[in-house]
C-alpha cells in the first residue's frame, strides 16, 4: 500500500493523542484554544492556530480511526464513522442525516467532490446577510489557497458509467454538465471513499490538517464529548466534557474539564447548535438552532442495458447546474444534479420494496444507475429552514418541514432525472418514492411522476449537507455570529463550520467551509497573538 500512514506515522512519533476511553480518573488541562470537532472547520482551525505559536487543544467525539481501519466494509464502517450509527433521522422519521462522526468528521466519510461557494450565494449573502467582506473577489484567494491545501482539481480520469450516464444524458438533452473537483492524490479508484479511504488518497481533514496541528504540538483528545461551555460572568471559562467507554457511546463517568483562553465550536449544524443551546449560551434573539438548512435530497434510479456497476470509481466526478440557479437566487427552488454510488448496504436502505421486490432490486445492482438532486434551501420566505432542538437527555435532534415550495422543485427534479435517465438509454426508470413503480418511458414517468403524492414518509429523502442553526450575519438580531465566526455576545467564542451558513449554498459544502475556517481562522490568530 502507497501513500505514507501520516496517523501510524505521528503516533509512533509521540504526537499528543489521548483516547479518552483510556481515562480513569477526572482531570482538567489548559490551552490557549480549544478546538471543539476535527472535520473541514475544526482541523483547518487547529492547524492555522498551532502553527501560529498558539497551544490548540481539539476534541472529537468520534473515535480515531485510520487506514488501517478502512476495510472497504459497510457492515462495520456505518456504525463505527457516521452519527448514530447512520440511524440519524430528522425529528419525525422523514429525512436520512448522513454525518461523520469520527476523527476528521464527515470528511473522512465524504464523496470527496470540492466546490467553491457560487458567486450567487455569496452575493445574496452580501445583500441578504450584510457579509460584505465575503463577496466572490474577496473569497477567492481563500478558496484557492484551501484548494492547494487539500489537492483539490477536476478529475482526470474518465468517469465511470454511474456518473457518465448523467454526462450522456444531458448531452442528448442540451443541458450543461461539468467534471467535479476533488480532494485526492494518488487515487486508487476503487469507489468506496464513504467508507473511509484505505490508501489515504482522500485529502480529508484526517490526513491533512489534524496531522499538522499535531506536529506543531496540539493535543488531540478523542472519544470525548464537549457537554458544555461554562460561563464565568461574560466569558467561557472552560469546557466540560465526557470521556466515552471503548464502544464510543456510553460514557465511561469520567469528566474532563478543558480551560482556555478561545473557544472554537465546529461540531457540526447539528451539534455546535447543540452544544450551545446545553451550554446555555447568551441568545438574546433565540437565533441559536433556526435557520438550519439541508439541500433536501431526492434521488432516482434506472436499470440500464449494460452493466454500470455503480459500486465502483470515483463515487462522484459529473455534475449538472443547468438547473441550479436558472430561474434567480431567490426564484423557484433550484437544484444540482449528481451522482450517488450504490453499494449493497446503502442501496438496501435507500431502493424501495422489502422481501422479494427488494431482493430482486439488489440482484439487478450491476445494471442499475441513480441521479441525485441537491435541492437548494433558505433563499425564499418559504424556505426558512429547520430548527434544532434538545431532547430530553441533552442530545439534539432536527426538526425539519418542506414546505409545498420545496415540494414543488423535489417533483420537478424527479421529472429531470427521468427525462435525462431515459435520454442515456435506460429500459427502466424508478423515482426513489414509496408509491412509485417502474416506469418503461419517459411520457409514462412523466405523467406518473405528476400524480405521485410529494409527502414526508412517502419520498424517499436524505441530507448529506447540514448547514445553519448559528447563522452569521452583521445584524445581531438576525445572526448567532458575525462574518468572522465570532459570537456576537461571547467575546471569547467563536464557530468555525456549516452552521454558519445563513442558507443552503447549492453546492457540496465542504470547501466552503475549509475557506471560511481559513479566512477566519487567521483573523482569530491575529486578534490572539495581539
Known sequence: M??????????EAGWKVTDGATLTENQTHEADVVVIGTGAGGGTTAEILAKSGLSVILVEEGRLYYQKDFKMDEL????????????????????SVLQGRCVGGSTTVNWTSSFRTPDATLNYWADTFGLDGLSPDAMAPWFEGREQRHSMAPWQMP??????????????????????????????????????????????????????ALDHDARLFHGLRADRLVMAQDRIDHLQASAMSADGVTPSGVTVHLKARHFVVAASAIGSPGLLLRSEIPDPFSRIGKRSFIHPVNASVAQMPEKVEPFYGAPQSVYSDEFNFSKGVDGPAGYKLEVPPLHPGISAGVIPGHGEAQAG????????QAVLALVRDGFHPDSPGGTVSLRKDGSPVLDYTISDYLWTAIREAFHTMAEIQFAAGAERVRPVHLDSGWYGSWAEAKAGIADLAMAPHRVRLFTAHQMGGCGMGADPRESVVNGFGEHHQVSNLSVHDASIFPTSIGANPQLSVYALAARNTSHLAGRLAG
Open 2 to 11: 502507497s501513500l505514507t500512514d501520516r496517523i501510524a506515522q505521528g503516533l
Open 76 to 95: 462495520t464502517s456505518y456504525a463505527n464513522l457516521y452519527q448514530e450509527g447512520m440511524s440519524r433521522v430528522t425529528k419525525d422519521g422523514a429525512i
Open 159 to 212: 468517469p465511470n458509467l454511474n456518473n457518465d450516464i448523467l454526462r450522456q444524458g444531458c448531452d442528448k438533452l442540451g443541458y450543461q454538465w461539468h467534471i467535479i473537483p476533488r480532494n485526492v492524490k494518488g487515487c486508487w479508484n476503487l469507489g468506496y471513499c464513504g467508507v473511509g479511504c484505505p490508501v489515504n488518497a482522500k485529502q480529508g481533514s484526517l490526513v491533512t490538517t489534524i496531522p499538522g
Open 361 to 368: 432490486a439488489l440482484e439487478n445492482l450491476p445494471w442499475t
